[in-house]
């Protein structure tokens, strides 16, 4: 069993950065994939960038490649999202995910546990 819970999300002009943070409990945080996810108003759920269980591999979406950076510290239990260059249509309620295969993935049916979300508004 593994519990989630981000940090991290506030309001910023665009072009401002935030980090979120996401704590995870447990003794095999290092075993599993972390993912993030967001959802906008009116939108579905939509991945936003994953990291495997070493670190040594990450993806990202289309949209967010370049801006975004994910990061984890398994020492520490947390994965990092850096979020550069913010624009309005980053606005969304941002989830972590955890996958217990500890690859990559990009599905959200592939993840297996989710922390509440943490709020990131990104004003014009």
Known sequence: QVQLVESGGGSVQAGGSLRLSCAASGRTFS?????????????????VAAISWSGGRTYYADSVK??????RDNAKNTVYLQMNSLKPEDTAVYYCAADRT??????????DYWGQGTQVTVSS
């Open 66 to 71: 370049g801006r975004f950076t994910i990061s």
């Open 102 to 111: 500890g690859w990559v993935m990009v599905s959200e049916s592939e993840y």
């Open 31 to 47: 075993n599993y994939a972390m993912g993030w996810f967001r959802q906008a108003p009116g939108k579905e759920r939509e991945f």
